[in-house]
């Protein structure tokens, strides 16, 4: 090898390695860049963190449920065809208005969900598990205003009876506390067709491995779960709270006869 070829052949090798480290330095921005984008995303949650997992859902279900983490943000819950029933759960101190700061979450301080999206067919009760009120839901046409249901009075633990929604949407209110809101939409376009209950529950998450084997023994498959922290002045629901998506292939009014001593269980007072 002569001289210009040592000298051509040093000059590429010292041009390949500057490449190289350029090359490292873009990977190693790049990955920084990754885990500070990850860091942010773990300290937006730090104070709702959970464990929802949607690809359980799809597995005890057949098809994908929105996961309780969704509900918790969101307040809302659509569900597929697959569903026979829903329960909706009136949980502790639904009565409060927000101003008070008494409820347990924002987006579901009266009903689990707030906003209910189900299939036509599909039949609905109320659950209750605020101590010591009666609760009487009315539900109205949206367009029309006209009342289409008028729940029969529930006394904790109590349920309503069973309704089977006309395609629509509803909007639901108290009879006597008439801060509390929510709304059911049913679907013209989907037929219920399977044969699930589903619903949401609230428990302190200290006890979620306890409420777990609980609604297992009861018949019922917790589809997800959401960790979050309660900053309510009410003390006894105050602090870290689960948000729960169970289901289960029990007639409603069995599931209902279930879930009445997992809300006496409660320490909800």
Avoid at 85 to 102: C, G, L, M, Q, R
Avoid at 256 to 266: D, F, M, Q, T
Wanted: hydrophobic letters at 40%; a positive charge; charged letters at 15%.
């Amino acid at each position: 090898m002569n001289k210009q070829d040592f000298q051509e052949s040093f000059s590429k090798l010292f041009h390949y390695r500057r490449l190289a480290n350029y090359m490292f330095i873009a990977v190693a921005v790049l990955l920084t860049i990754i885990l500070f984008s990850s860091a942010l995303a773990n300290s937006a949650y730090s104070q709702t963190t959970g464990n929802s997992n949607t690809n359980i859902a799809r597995t005890l279900t057949g098809v994908a449920v929105p996961d309780a983490k969704s509900v918790f943000n969101t307040g809302m819950l659509s569900l597929p065809s697959t569903v026979k029933s829903f329960i909706v759960y009136i949980p502790d101190e639904a009565h409060h208005p927000p101003t008070d700061n008494k409820t347990i979450s924002p987006n579901n301080a009266n009903y689990i969900p707030t906003n209910l999206a189900i299939p036509r067919g599909a039949n609905i009760a109320f659950v209750h598990g605020d101590p010591n009120h009666i609760h009487v839901e009315i539900l109205k046409e949206n367009k029309t205003g006209q009342i289409v249901w008028q729940t029969t009075p529930v006394t904790h633990p109590g349920a309503s009876d069973v309704k089977v929604l006309n395609p629509g949407s509803y909007d639901i209110s108290d009879k006597k506390y008439t801060n509390m809101r929510g709304t059911i939409t049913v679907d013209s376009n989907t037929q219920s067709k399977g044969d699930l209950t589903l619903g949401g529950f609230f428990v302190p998450t200290s006890s979620l491995s306890k409420y777990k084997a609980d609604f297992a023994s009861a018949g019922f498959q917790v589809l997800s779960t959401f960790d979050f922290l309660s900053k309510t002045v009410q003390k006894d629901i105050s602090g870290p709270i689960t948000l729960m998506i169970y289901s289960t292939h029990l007639p409603i009014q069995d599931a209902i006869a279930k879930l009445k001593p997992l809300i006496v269980s409660l320490p909800y007072r």
